[in-house]
Structures are given as structure tokens and as C-alpha cells.
């Protein structure tokens, strides 16, 4: 499970199929940067600063904690939380190629119809529940949309459902900060004391193959279309 903005829960079904077909991608992207012994790069810093054995260990973490209801939510970190961050981030890049190249390929809408399916599902944990409004449900766009911004916003929408805020950009900030004031700004912020400090997890060679392995094969339990 985890610790999500919507309680301890772990993903709907249809927000799980997305989110592991854009970590089988990562995965991929993870697996070419381990070769090159350079890290994928997406944009997000806390993502971005790790050794591609430590990315593939984070992107372990979090998928097993987001689908596997059995698993104990991980303590919050900034490394964790920006590297679900990082796949939403790479969804984003995989819209951008699913548009541009639709007409080439044999499912044209399958990411727009599975971000518009993760959008329309209920989210029920044991002490709430939310599913989106009729005026959010009118408002979603056709998916044969081609604007790129309006599925970066859906995108966004849905990391919302598992993030409770973006702490794990701040972290450059708050190194930047006088030391005597970083207690008071991470309490006023209601940042942990071990976010920013916690170790990145990592893999060394055996470890990496297995840790390789297991999300591969939740990947394809999950969403056996991802490797289609």
C-alpha cells in the first residue's frame, strides 16, 4: 500500500494498468541508461540525480507498494515520491509520441483511453472514498484529442490522487537555507525530518537482476498489454 493523498490504499485497476505501462517504459529507459552508466533523465531532480541502479531500485519500491495491498506504505521520502513523480513524467513523453505518431500505430488511442479510464474510476479506501464529479467527467477531453497540455493535465491530476503535494522539488531550496532554519521551514511546510535525508535505495549486480525480474512480472500481471 501506500501512504497516498486519498488515504493508504493501493491503485484502482485502472490507475495500476497505466502507471505499470508507463513503468515498463522507465523500466526500458532504465535498463538502456544501465548500459550507457548514465542516468534516465525526466525532469524531476530527485529522480534524475540517481545511479540508474538506484532509479530501477525506486521504481521497484513504488510499484510493489502501489499494487501489492499486502505491503506496508514505505515512509514518504523525497526519492520515492519523485520517482512516482518521474513516471507520470514519462507518461507525459509517451502521450507526446502516441499523438504524433497515431496513425502509424495499431492501438492510436490506447494511452488516451487508459488515462481516460484511470480518470473515471472510483477510489475507495476504508475511510473514504472519491470518484470525480459529473462536471469533471463532462470536462475530460475525447481521446482523439490531440492537444498535448490537456492529457498533461489529466496526467497531473492523477499523480494528485497518490501525491499529497510536490515537497520533493523544494529540496534544492532547502539545502540553499541556513541550517538553524531548516527544522522551521520543514515544519511549517509539513515536511518529515527524514524526507530529504533518507537513503536512496540501491542494487548491486545480483540485486538488480532480481529486483529486475519481479517488476517485470508485475508489469505483466498488471497490464499484459504493456509489453504488447
Known amino acids: 500500500m501506500w501512504n ?24 526500458d529507459m532504465i535498463t538502456a541508461a544501465v548500459e550507457m552508466n548514465e542516468p534516465h533523465g525526466v525532469g524531476v531532480a530527485a529522480f534524475d540525480r540517481l545511479q540508474p541502479t538506484q532509479q530501477l531500485a525506486a521504481l521497484h519500491i513504488v510499484n510493489m507498494a502501489l499494487i501489492k495491498p499486502e505491503i506496508e506504505p514505505p515512509p514518504l ?4 515520491e519523485g520517482t512516482v513523480y518521474a513516471v507520470f513524467k514519462d507518461l507525459q513523453s509517451l502521450i507526446a ?17 487508459a488515462i481516460l ?20 467527467l463532462n470536462e475530460l ?10 492529457w498533461a493535465f489529466e496526467i497531473e491530476i492523477l499523480a494528485d490522487q497518490i501525491l499529497w503535494d510536490r515537497d520533493f522539488e523544494l529540496e534544492g531550496l532547502i539545502a540553499d ?16 525530518h527524514d524526507y530529504f535525508a533518507t537513503a536512496a535505495p540501491d542494487a548491486n549486480s545480483k540485486e538488480y537482476l532480481r529486483l529486475d525480474r519481479e517488476l517485470a512480472e508485475l508489469v505483466k500481471k498488471t497490464n499484459p498489454s ?3
Open 4 to 27: 497516498t493523498s486519498y488515504g493508504d490504499r493501493v491503485l484502482t485497476p485502472a490507475e495500476a494498468a497505466l502507471f505499470v505501462e508507463a513503468s515498463a517504459y522507465m523500466r
Open 77 to 80: 521520502s523525497a526519492t520515492l
Open 97 to 113: 509520441l502516441e499523438v504524433d505518431y497515431e496513425f502509424d500505430l495499431e492501438i492510436s488511442y490506447h494511452l488516451r483511453n
Open 117 to 136: 479510464a484511470a480518470r473515471k474510476a472510483k477510489i475507495v479506501t476504508e475511510t473514504d472514498w472519491h470518484e470525480p464529479s459529473e462536471e469533471e
Open 141 to 150: 477531453p475525447d481521446r482523439d484529442c490531440t492537444d498535448i497540455d490537456r
Open 177 to 192: 537555507q541556513d541550517p538553524s532554519k531548516v527544522a522551521d521551514i520543514k515544519e511549517y511546510l509539513g515536511i518529515g
Open 226 to 228: 504493456a509489453y504488447r
